[in-house]
């Protein structure tokens, strides 16, 4: 079946503009989450979806930050007034579960952000 | 705070094993995770542990004691392909993946 896909691989920018990030999950898994990954590092919690809410946005980094999911699939990470520091690879998951037991999480294969 | 650590970097040689450690101090614990990523790719899952003990699967085998805070991946009979960044994580109590920076791992013929 189809993976985690996200839209678009590649974002490059200037710095003061604002971007989204899609990220389409596994059919049927309720939890999704945002990360973002810097060169030697690793994945770093952004935000926690369960169904259409935000169970846990506390890894956002601001409030240029904001990520939405609204029927339950589909979710797109916003960030406005882009900085440089802001370029990493995005990296969205999905689980079937809602966090617990053993069920992992799978990822898509990253959006690079890059913010000139 | 919240840290996991693991080695920045080994190296190992073809055919022969290897194990990666990974030691964590995390607000809770509800299980430990270990990922493999290549070069430019998204981390692929490769083992849960919650018990202590060892966890066995094909080539590559998990150990975890809670007590210790410590978990290793243990490699064996390794090819060219297992090349790649091995990422620990450890589930905290409010059921959030901790990561650590990844351990990447040169396999040479």
């Known amino acids: 079946g189809a993976g985690v896909s996200q839209t678009p691989s590649n974002k490059v920018t200037e710095k003061g503009k604002y971007v989204e990030l899609r990220c389409d999950p596994i059919?049927?898994?309720?939890?999704l989450y945002w990360y973002r990954q810097s060169l030697g590092q690793g994945p770093e919690f952004l935000i926690y979806f369960q169904g259409t809410g935000a169970a846990d946005d506390s890894g956002l980094p601001n409030d240029r930050f904001f990520a939405v999911r609204p029927e339950g699939s589909v979710s797109t990470l916003k960030i406005q007034r882009t900085e440089r520091g802001d370029s990493a690879v995005y990296l969205c998951a999905s689980s079937q579960s809602d966090g617990t037991g053993g069920y992992e999480q799978y990822f898509g294969p990253g959006t690079r952000l890059t913010v000139t | 705070g919240q840290n996991i650590d693991q080695p920045t970097e080994m190296t190992a040689t073809e055919g022969a094993i290897v194990q990666i450690n990974c030691t964590y101090q995390?607000?809770?614990?509800?299980?430990l995770f270990w990922y493999q990523q290549h070069a430019g790719e998204a981390p692929t899952f490769l083992s849960y542990?919650?018990l202590d003990g060892l966890e066995e699967k094909g080539r590559f085998s998990s150990f975890l004691s809670r007590s210790k805070g410590y978990s290793y991946l243990l490699l064996k009979e390794l090819q060219m392909k297992d090349s790649a960044s091995y990422l620990c994580a450890v589930r905290d109590s409010n059921y959030q993946l901790i990561w650590g920076a990844g351990t990447k791992l040169i396999i040479k013929p």
């Open positions: 995390t607000s809770g614990f509800n299980g």
């Open positions: 059919s049927g898994h309720t939890a």
């Open positions: 542990n919650v």
